[in-house]
T-cell receptor, first 115, second 112 residues
């Protein structure tokens, strides 16, 4: 296991369509985060899982967004009825609860373009 | 809402010069992480500082965490064109999810 993996790397979709992204964290990491990054900005927190439990969601996460981590391993982020404002880089990060510090490692991201 | 102010947002200097990037907040963080991000890629972790006053060195890069764990700096000595990129600081919240609060980033360009 060499790091956090995200799929797909790029997604172009028409407005109104649904999209789903996948994140495979570092295998021993029990914490998983989703962030969103728009051009010229730092990443913004979307949601957090500890094992399979979704423990925190940002107010940025509208009702059209849903995330799951069914077995405490990989996670999916679904966006329903996409809007042009959803265009961004979606980043997944993982870390280990119980470690000495809170180092988080990021995947390569999924670049979403809504046309 | 915790905020992390990063400055400068853009910096263009000549090869061989020194530079410092700052991250400041009114909030205390459990740790502070510095990342470097290339276009179209995710952030890559450079260093994590945990203890107030801590200094870490990574070759020509020196990272410092403020005594009160509210601010941090990145100093690059004798910058090289390979240092060009987007540098992000991120503070980890003390409680709960310990999610990261990011600065806006510093776009660094080192000219040969």
């Amino acid at each position: 296991d060499t790091g956090v993996s995200q799929d797909p790397r790029h997604k172009i979709t028409k407005r109104g369509q649904n999209v789903t992204f996948r994140c495979d964290p570092i295998s021993e990491h029990n914490r998983l985060y989703w962030y969103r990054q728009t051009l010229g900005q730092g990443p913004e927190f979307l949601t957090y899982f500890q094992n399979e439990a979704q423990l925190e969601k940002s107010r940025l996460l509208s009702d059209r967004f849903s995330a799951e981590r069914p077995k405490g391993s990989f996670s999916t982020l679904e966006i329903q009825r996409t809007e042009q404002g959803d265009s961004a880089m979606y980043l997944c990060a993982s870390s280990f609860l119980g470690g000495v510090n809170t180092e988080a490692f990021f995947g390569q991201g999924t670049r979403l373009t809504v046309v | 809402t915790q905020l992390l102010e990063q400055s400068p947002q853009f910096l263009s200097i000549q090869e061989g010069e020194n530079l410092t990037v700052y991250c400041n907040s009114s909030s205390v963080f459990s740790s502070l992480q510095w990342y470097r991000q290339e276009p179209g890629e995710g952030p890559v972790l450079l260093v994590t500082v945990v203890t107030g006053g801590e200094v870490k060195k990574l070759k020509r890069l020196t990272f410092q965490f403020g005594d009160a764990r509210k601010d941090s700096s990145l100093h690059i000595t004798a910058a090289q064109p390979g240092d060009t990129g987007l540098y992000l600081c991120a503070g980890a919240e003390i409680q709960g999810a310990q999610k990261l609060v990011f600065g806006q980033g510093t776009r660094l360009t080192i000219n040969p």
